[in-house]
T-cell receptor, first 112, second 112 residues
Framework: SQKIEQNSEALNIQEGKTATLTCNYT??????LQWYRQDPGRGPVFLLL?????KEKRKERLKVTFDTTLKQSLFHITASQPADSATYLC???????????FGTGTRLLVSP | NAGVTQTPKFQVLKTGQSMTLQCAQD?????MSWYRQDPGMGLRLIHY???????DQGEVPNGYNVSRSTTEDFPLRLLSAAPSQTSVYFC???????????FGEGSRLTVL
């Protein structure tokens, strides 16, 4: 069955550093990969979508890579800020977007 | 600008009771879905709908019913609640042509 793995341990970094979160998947060939942010007690919020034929996507301080050979996506936040502290979820879907499959998320803590 | 609205935010049920979680969106999105989120399990798709009158099962549909009589509303029904259905439930919607999901704030359900 499809499996999406994100580091369950929290990632602690200092303000100003680059945070890098990893999403690995198995038994799946997704057409799209998405990243969401979730704050405690809130619903997830969409951040970025990358297609299988795209290697990299950027949005302001965010950068996502998608390596379909390694079956891995990396999510980078440059010049991180305490306000970036949250749980980040990766999600995979096929071309029809019918069923979005989520990873368990990685908690990011940015200290001043 | 309401987006996706879920009610109630909190609910406590006894085993065997029934209830309906309400979800409404005002963005004219064709696609609506229900997820449950449990610690260590991530978000799991329960049911989804691509338009009024059309529903389909997700990964964990057992014990839940849905219907879609209007574009705006997508209620989730628990006919006979079980402790295993204790979870946080999220409703999400999107345009059929895009992948970005818009989530509600969640409904926390406890079944005793």
């Amino acid at each position: 069955s499809q499996k999406i793995e994100q580091n369950s341990e929290a990632l602690n970094i200092q303000e100003g550093k680059t945070a890098t979160l990893t999403c690995n998947y198995t038994n799946y060939s997704p057409a799209y990969l998405q990243w969401y942010r979730q704050d405690p007690g809130r619903g997830p919020v969409f951040l970025l979508l990358i297609r299988e034929n795209e290697k990299e996507k950027r949005k302001e301080r965010l950068k996502v890579t998608f390596d379909t050979t390694l079956k891995q996506s990396l999510f980078h936040i440059t010049a991180s800020q305490p306000a970036d502290s949250a749980t980040y979820l990766c999600a995979l879907t096929d071309t029809g977007f019918q069923k979005l499959v989520f990873g368990t998320g990685t908690r990011l803590l940015v200290s001043p | 600008n309401a987006g996706v609205t879920q009610t109630p935010k909190f609910q406590v049920l006894k085993t065997g009771q029934s209830m309906t979680l309400q979800c409404a969106q005002d963005m004219n999105h064709e696609y609506m879905s229900w997820y449950r989120q449990d610690p260590g399990m991530g978000l799991r798709l329960i049911h989804y709908s691509v338009g009024a009158g059309i529903t389909d099962q997700g990964e964990v549909p057992n014990g839940y019913n849905v219907s879609r009589s209007t574009t705006e509303d997508f209620p989730l029904r628990l006919l006979s609640a079980a402790p295993s259905q204790t979870s946080v439930y999220f409703c999400a919607s999107r345009l059929v042509s895009t992948g970005e999901l818009f989530f509600g704030e969640g409904s926390r359900l406890t079944v005793l």
